[in-house]
């Protein structure tokens, strides 16, 4: 049963990576991507990690996907009906597949730990006590990449005066 | 009552990863508009969440590091879009384009 469940989103993530790089509408691209984001979700949800699947609804399926709508409402990508592809599809094609065959064999031929443990469900509190005993420092830090980051993003975007 | 680890073998989610590696690597080496670009990185940042995560369910289901690794991720990828956007933005203003293939001002 659980086998189905992994099936199921298993194909709704992969149908959605690939409608996201290989339609030729931006705005269906990034429907597709919303698809993907939300089927990861569900892999989360699978692995009993409850915390990331919400953190992933609402920043990836939410945040995300809204601020790179607007860049393509911002970059009239829909109005300039330009070729999305460029002359360098074969080979990008050619070494992606290169990329999955290698990584495929490698999975295939490395023994990896068999099950072990009852999967619990990986409980909010425990995920709180570990980044904000073990991990607080990185967490302050990314709190300050945060900051640095959306406000050279203000500044990189502002209109500079005399600007149309 | 069944749980995923013993049923689902942790190579499904590992090879799952790698699918989703490789439609992002395809997708950055293929695409020409910038935005389209940064969504397959978003691919590929979500195919890492997902190797760290199950590594994490499946070998240390006491320690929480592949899952805090996976909240790191999805930070540091908000704040990468917001700016990278912000790029995108600052560039089509200039260049009046969104494609990374006309923007060769640093070329020979």
Do not use: C
Request: glycine share 6%.
């Amino acid at each position: 049963m659980t086998q189905v469940f992994f099936d199921i989103m298993a194909a709704t993530v992969i149908i959605g990576a690939l409608g996201v790089v290989l339609v030729r509408n931006v705005v269906h691209a990034s429907l597709f991507l919303i698809m993907a984001l939300v089927g990861t979700a569900g892999v989360y949800l699978l692995l009993s990690v409850e915390f990331l699947a919400l953190v992933q609804v609402l920043v990836y399926g939410g945040a995300v996907t809204v601020l790179i709508l607007f860049a393509l409402m911002l970059t009239r990508a829909r109005e300039l009906q330009e070729r999305l592809d460029g002359d360098q599809k074969p080979l990008a094609a050619v070494a992606a597949l290169a990329l999955l065959g290698a990584l495929i064999a490698m999975v295939n031929q490395t023994v990896w730990p068999r099950d072990i443990n009852q999967l619990t469900v990986v409980p909010f509190n425990s995920i709180g006590d570990a980044l904000f005993n073990r991990w607080a420092v990185p967490f302050e830090v990314a709190s300050g990449v945060l900051l640095v980051a959306l406000a050279g993003a203000i500044v990189i975007a502002m209109q500079e005066e005399g600007e149309t | 009552m069944e749980t995923v680890t013993q049923e689902v073998p942790l190579e499904h989610f590992i090879v799952l990863s790698t699918i989703l590696f490789s439609i992002g690597v395809y997708g950055v080496l293929a695409r020409r508009n910038a935005v389209l670009i940064l969504m397959s990185v978003e691919l590929m940042l979500n195919a890492v969440s997902i190797n760290m995560v199950a590594f994490a369910v499946y070998t240390a289901p006491t320690l929480f590091t592949g899952i805090i690794f996976a909240v790191f991720v999805i930070t540091i990828a908000a704040a990468e879009v917001g700016l990278a956007l912000a790029v995108i933005l600052r560039i089509f203003r200039n260049r009046g384009t969104a494609n990374v293939d006309e923007v060769d001002a640093l070329k020979w």
